[in-house]
């Protein structure tokens, strides 16, 4: 039972435009969202997050926004640069545990032409 | 400060084998965590710890074992391996499982396992 979903396995920008990825949940217990950033052959690194009280979050280039209602998740990276591409995670976390487990999506695969 | 190292970077194994991966962080965390990634399955959680001589199951714990006896060490052991073990195995740690961004796991550069 997949708790967090990428529904898109690729993805594919032009250099300067906006790149959008999405992510879908289904627990009501999650509560806090992040945004894990992937080079091959190197750990995830963290890139943005949010909590449940908010709706948006944004660090420079990159915005992530939240729908509760619709359990949804998506991050906004404008203007998308030849460097970010990579394999992004979403992952969620319901912090009432007090064990900081994540739960993973599948990833997205961002490729951004020059 | 090195962050979070993991040894070793590749292995391969016999079905059957045994070893331990061992993950170190300097960054005096309390928690860790281990992972595997496969492709199309995102990381998944196989172990973690939330403190010093404390060891908890995650989402896919059979056929591994930890241990946490030193706060900056975590073991993962394979005590017989099988191919479905075949895998990058990627280690982290936080401070505490929180939400805010002093919480965030740090990864490790993972270590990638192949079992024949």
């Known amino acids: 039972d997949q708790q967090v979903k990428q529904n898109s396995p690729s993805l594919s920008v032009q250099e300067g435009r906006i790149s959008i990825l999405n992510c879908d949940y289904t627990n009501s217990m999650f509560d806090y969202f992040l945004w894990y950033k992937k080079y091959p052959a190197e750990g995830p690194t963290f890139l943005i997050s949010?909590?449940?009280?908010?709706d948006k979050n944004e660090d420079g280039r990159f915005t992530v926004f939240l729908n509760k209602s619709a359990k949804h998740l998506s991050l906004h990276i404008v203007p998308s640069q030849p460097g970010d591409s990579a394999v992004y995670f979403c992952?969620?976390?319901?912090?009432?545990?007090?064990?900081?487990?994540?739960?993973f999506g599948q990833g997205t695969t961002l490729q951004v032409k020059p | 400060n090195a962050g979070v190292t993991q040894t070793p970077k590749f292995r391969v194994l016999k079905t059957g084998q045994s070893m331990t991966l061992l993950c170190a962080q300097d960054?005096?965390?309390?928690?860790m965590y281990w992972y595997r990634q496969d492709p199309g399955m995102g990381l998944r959680l196989i172990h973690y710890?939330?403190?010093?001589?404390?060891?908890a199951k995650g989402e896919v714990p059979d056929g591994y074992n930890v241990s946490r006896l030193k706060k900056q060490n975590f073991l993962l052991g394979l005590e017989s391996a099988a191919p479905s073990q075949t895998s990058v195995y990627f280690c982290?740690?936080?401070?505490?499982?929180?939400?805010?961004?002093?919480?965030?796991?740090?990864f490790g550069p993972g270590t990638r396992l192949t079992v024949l």
């Open positions: 982290a740690s936080s401070y505490v499982g929180g939400s805010n961004e002093a919480d965030t796991q740090y």
């Open positions: 960054m005096n965390h309390e928690y």
């Open positions: 710890s939330v403190g010093e001589g404390t060891t």
């Open positions: 949010i909590s449940s009280i908010k």
């Open positions: 992952a969620a976390s319901n912090t009432g545990s007090n064990t900081g487990k994540l739960i």
